[in-house]
């Protein structure tokens, strides 16, 4: 599901992350400034709302109410 938003991201940008990552390992410290502020503004372009609803529809096994549920009602 994850993976599913993070295709959702321009592909420059996931080039941009991965680069980043690798070269730091993960490690905030071994980041410069402007990397951690690339990774910052590449994060807020992933659609936070629909990752909730997503992520609270598969964690849960009856509609979440108010999350637009795209689980189908099927009975």
Request: charged share 35%.
């Amino acid at each position: 599901m994850l993976y599913e938003h993070w295709q959702r991201v321009e592909e420059r940008d996931r080039k941009r992350a991965t680069e980043i990552l690798v070269k730091s390992r993960g490690l905030p410290h071994k980041m410069a400034q402007r990397e951690r502020r690339d990774l910052v503004d590449i994060a807020k372009r992933v659609d936070h709302y629909a990752l909730g609803r997503d992520l609270a529809n598969a964690a849960t096994p009856f509609p979440t109410p108010g999350l637009g549920s795209r689980k189908s009602s099927k009975r």
